[in-house]
Nanobody
Framework: QVQLVESGGGLVQAGGSLRLSCAASGRTLSTYTMGWFRQAPGKEREFVAASRWSGGFTYYTDSVKGRFTISRDNAKNTVYLTMNSLKPEDTAVYYC???????????????????WGQGTQVTVSS
């Protein structure tokens, strides 16, 4: 069992930056694929970024490529989402998720992940 707790959300102006953290307890994250998703009001939860359990592979949805970076610190059992050049359309509740599944091809699907955090609100003002 893995417990995930996100932090780092807040209110920022367009063009600003935030770094979200996802701290895990219960298990080490080094064997988990980690994902970040977001959900805006009235919209479905959407994939943002993923970090594969090995090999250093990462993957991003097109709308955040070049602006967001997913990283992990296995010693701290924490995964980060660094968000730069934020836009109002990035406003959403951001969730981190974890899975031990090795089917990397399914990384963008919410159903691929077994464990979820409670979410952290990110609001970008124009």
């Amino acid at each position: 069992q893995v417990q995930l707790v996100e932090s780092g959300g807040g209110l920022v102006q367009a063009g600003g930056s935030l770094r979200l953290s996802c701290a895990a307890s219960g298990r080490t994250l080094s064997t988990y694929t980690m994902g970040w998703f977001r959900q805006a009001p009235g919209k479905e939860r959407e994939f943002v970024a993923a970090s594969r359990w090995s090999g250093g592979f990462t993957y991003y949805t097109d709308s955040v490529k070049g602006r967001f970076t997913i990283s992990r610190d296995n010693a701290k059992n924490t995964v980060y989402l660094t968000m730069n050049s934020l836009k109002p359309e990035d406003t959403a509740v951001y969730y981190c998720a974890a899975t031990q599944s090795t089917n990397w091809s399914s990384r963008v699907r919410a159903t691929y992940y077994d464990y979820w955090g409670q979410g952290t609100q990110v609001t970008v003002s124009s």
